[in-house]
């Protein structure tokens, strides 16, 4: 004999040879105790909504990156510090920028023009020597034309005083052009040097990296001796008591969101609890990997305790109807039809739909029973 259970509560004792009259007489049980599911449409408010997932951030949350290699030599902060703008937050130690700005400041004091006064002075000696010999040899010539005119003197010595009166002025227009370039090419140099002065102290700057915001150090993630590259965060800075929604929005439903709209939003550091947000932005861009749209939203009401990178819900509010006749999404065939108790398939008109139930906008009526569809 074999012992058969079922879920009916019967059990049979058959033998071998009445094992497949046993088994029809089973399905026959059991598709009998199969009933139907039906329901009616109900009356009530619904609500459309599109779901969101994402993050709490704190506002104006960023990583800290050093714009240069380096080996930290003081770590200035610690997680949960309190931060001005300004503030320094690690330093790294490196020789050569050090003395590349030293290098720098020898060469800008060497080429001022302060430190070229001599020059300049000579330049000035010659020009006032250009210029007495000038006068002197101009003095001659305008003897030497009166003696000529008196029949004194040789055609030669006039001439010999023409030539020297012409070689003074050049010589003299000379030395003045010489001081000229001379205090211009010293400019240039002192101009030169002070701007290679500045890049090499903003590069040693640069070896200590500041708070860009007032707020907190939620994270610090280098210590001091380790290496940091400009190419790896070391730390995480935002606003101490301001944090923001950060969600992602497939891109199916970004076209249904706009600013102002209202969020419901549930997280798992408050079991039980929703809180209200607004839309305030949306990224113009989406994410090619994730297919999806980042948006940011407020809390209207912030929860007492929010810490960066918390996980959470929201259901943003498209839409609201009251008295709305629905019925259960899962009674819906093809999005498009019903199934009448009597068996008749009929095309309705949906709207607004929820997670659970769609309004029904036309092609049933209240007291008319529709069946659940085979899965």
């Known amino acids: 004999m074999i012992n058969i259970s079922i879920s009916i509560g019967v059990r049979l004792y058959v033998c071998p040879m009445k094992w497949n009259y046993c088994i029809c007489c089973i399905l026959v049980l059991c598709s009998c105790n199969k009933k139907e599911e039906t329901t009616q449409p109900l009356v009530q408010n619904i609500t459309e909504s599109v779901y969101a997932s994402g993050k709490i951030k704190s506002k104006d949350q960023y990583d800290v990156f050093a714009q240069v290699s380096g080996v930290i030599q003081q770590v200035h902060v610690e997680d949960g510090d309190m931060i001005h703008k300004g503030d320094p937050l690690i330093t790294l130690v490196n020789e050569a920028p050090r003395l590349n700005t030293e290098n720098a400041r020898i060469a800008?004091?060497?080429?001022?023009?302060?430190?070229?006064?001599?020059?300049?002075?000579?330049?000035?000696?010659?020009?006032?020597?250009?210029?007495?010999?000038?006068?002197?040899?101009?003095?001659?010539?305008?003897?030497?034309?009166?003696?000529?005119?008196?029949?004194?003197?040789?055609?030669?010595?006039?001439?010999?005083?023409?030539?020297?009166?012409k070689n003074a002025t050049s010589a003299y227009q000379?030395?003045?052009?010489?001081?000229?370039?001379?205090?211009?090419?010293?400019?240039?140099?002192?101009?030169?040097?002070?701007?290679?002065?500045?890049?090499?102290?903003?590069?040693?700057?640069?070896?200590?990296?500041?708070?860009?915001?007032?707020?907190?150090?939620?994270?610090?993630?280098?210590?001091?001796?380790?290496?940091?590259?400009?190419?790896?965060?070391?730390?995480?800075i935002g606003n101490a008591g301001k944090f923001i929604l950060e969600l992602q929005v497939d891109e199916y439903d970004i076209s249904k969101i706009s600013p102002g709209q209202k969020a419901i939003v549930s997280m798992d550091s408050y079991k039980g609890q929703a809180f209200e947000g607004t839309i305030t932005k949306i990224d113009p861009i989406m994410n090619d990997r994730t297919r999806s749209v980042t948006i940011e939203a407020l809390f209207t009401e912030q929860p007492p305790l929010l810490l960066p990178n918390l996980t959470a819900e929201a259901?943003?509010?498209?839409?609201?109807?009251?008295?709305?006749?629905?019925?259960?999404?899962?009674?819906?065939v093809d999005e498009t039809f019903v199934l009448l108790k009597n068996g008749e398939k009929r095309k309705v008109t949906t709207g607004l739909k929820d997670y659970q139930r769609v309004e029904v906008i036309n092609g049933l009526s209240a007291n008319e029973i529709i069946k659940k569809p085979a899965p």
């Open 315 to 332: 259901n943003i509010l498209i839409s609201e109807k009251e008295k709305a006749l629905t019925i259960p999404r899962n009674y819906l």
């Open 174 to 236: 000379t030395a003045k052009l010489r001081y000229s370039q001379l205090k211009q090419q010293l400019r240039f140099s002192e101009l030169q040097s002070q701007k290679a002065l500045q890049i090499s102290s903003r590069a040693t700057s640069d070896y200590i990296v500041r708070s860009n915001l007032d707020g907190r150090i939620y994270n610090i993630s280098k210590k001091t001796g380790e290496v940091i590259n400009p190419q790896q965060p070391f730390a995480v």
């Open 108 to 165: 800008a004091s060497y080429q001022s023009v302060v430190a070229n006064r001599d020059k300049l002075n000579e330049a000035l000696v010659n020009i006032n020597l250009g210029k007495e010999k000038l006068d002197n040899d101009s003095l001659l010539l305008i003897r030497q034309q009166h003696l000529w005119a008196n029949g004194i003197g040789s055609r030669n010595e006039l001439d010999q005083r023409e030539l020297a009166v």
